[in-house]
């Protein structure tokens, strides 16, 4: 079946390391991804998105990700987290089919981050 | 400007009772989503809507569970009667139109308790 996967349930990292949170999707071509992030009691923020052109894409928070067609991987990396980056944060995609406004999004289970001061 | 609005934040009822959850979309959008986040299921969409329309409604769990967007600024997700595995955080979203699919603005969700 065609979705998309974050192994990681989650991940524990020290304040001022490096981060790299994993998702893959198994669709036959790219379909278009997409990185939230859930902080407690709230909704899911847009992180960043990438739908073609430069396999590395920069977002907010000093995030970024890098798509690899040869993986079948879209990561999220951070160089050094800061405490507040703890949160959930989702991987998702719109399946290359639905490229039109009306596509729906399908989310991973989501790799919850904690952070250690 | 003003995101994503949903009402309640938070509600609590007895099972049997109709629950009705809002959510107002950003000004401008035309796509509006409804989601429900639980810990066994993770994060399913529900329905969604297209300029007022319901475009694809697989997502809803059972008859008991119906929505509406009467015009471009409301949408209103109902359950009736309401079960105890009803109880969900459910989330709204919106999004405009453009080159590709859009992302999707997120409400702070409805947390729903169903005794």
């Known amino acids: 079946a065609q979705s998309v996967t974050q192994p990681d349930i989650h991940i524990t990292v020290s304040e001022g390391a490096s981060l790299e949170l994993r998702c893959n999707y198994s669709y036959g071509a790219t379909p278009y991804l997409f990185w939230y992030v859930q902080s407690p009691g709230q909704g899911l923020q847009l992180l960043l998105k990438y739908f073609s052109g430069d396999t590395l894409v920069q977002g907010i928070k000093g995030f970024e990700a890098e798509f690899k067609r040869s993986q079948s991987s879209f990561n999220l990396r951070k160089p050094s987290v800061h405490w507040s980056d703890a949160a959930e944060y989702f991987c998702?995609?719109?399946?290359?089919?639905?490229?039109?406004?009306?596509?729906?999004?399908?989310f991973g289970r989501g790799t919850q981050l904690t952070v250690w001061p | 400007d003003a995101g994503v609005i949903q009402s309640p934040r938070h509600e609590v009822t007895e099972m049997g009772q109709e629950v009705t959850l809002r959510c107002k979309p950003i000004s401008g959008h035309n796509s509006l989503f409804w989601y429900r986040q639980t810990m066994m299921r993770g994060l399913e969409l529900l329905i969604y809507f297209n300029n007022n329309v319901p475009i694809d409604d697989s997502g809803m769990p059972e008859d008991r569970f119906s929505a509406k967007m009467p015009n471009a600024s409301f949408s209103t997700l109902k359950i009736q009667p309401s079960e105890p595995r009803d109880s969900a955080v459910y989330f709204c979203a919106s999004s405009s139109s453009g080159q590709g699919p859009q992302p999707q603005h997120f409400g702070d969700g409805t947390r729903l308790s169903i005794l």
């Open positions: 998702a995609v719109v399946p290359p089919d639905r490229g039109s406004t009306l596509g729906r999004l399908y």
